[in-house]
């Protein structure tokens, strides 16, 4: 039997306890243990992008982090980046430059293009392209979604 471990942390800027497998990730307990189901699982192996999460503001996937990593520390997933009065600005220029189709890889997306945005809020096109190169899209190609982002950085 897998051992159960407690784990407090801070999720969407509110403080979580969870109790989960020692072996679980991050993904899974996001998922199935929180009801968190923006966070998406594509490939179960970091290639994809589609469960990125911030970990105390760094971009990660969530499908390589173990649960119990996020003891003491701050997550942000697709659902704590809407603001208070509506949809954040990436949020919502992804719908005006119809940045998504399937819906699959848009949280990873988005979640990855915020990481951007506060790293570097004024990103070249080639930047964007860089760093989004961690997120896979079968559906919209990528042009879409750097346009979306170059919109919000005012570029």
Request: proline fraction near 3%.
């Amino acid at each position: 039997m897998a051992k159960k471990v407690m784990v407090q942390t801070t999720i969407n800027n509110d403080e979580t306890t969870f109790v989960c497998e020692t072996r679980q990730t991050l993904l899974e307990v996001l998922r199935d243990e929180l009801g968190m189901t923006g966070t998406k699982e594509g490939c179960s192996n970091g290639n994809c992008g589609a469960c990125n999460v911030m970990l105390d503001g760094v971009l990660v996937n969530s499908c390589l982090v173990l649960a119990v990593e996020a003891e003491g520390r701050t997550v942000t997933t697709i659902e704590g980046i809407a603001e208070p009065d509506g949809l954040h600005p990436l949020q919502q220029k992804f719908l005006e430059h119809a940045a998504l189709q399937c819906g699959i890889c848009t949280p990873g997306f988005i979640v990855s293009s915020k990481a951007l945005l506060e790293h570097n809020p004024h990103p070249s096109e080639h930047d964007v392209r860089l760093w989004l190169a961690g997120n896979l899209c079968r559906c919209t190609g990528y042009d879409k979604i750097v346009r979306a982002v170059l919109d919000v950085a005012g570029a």
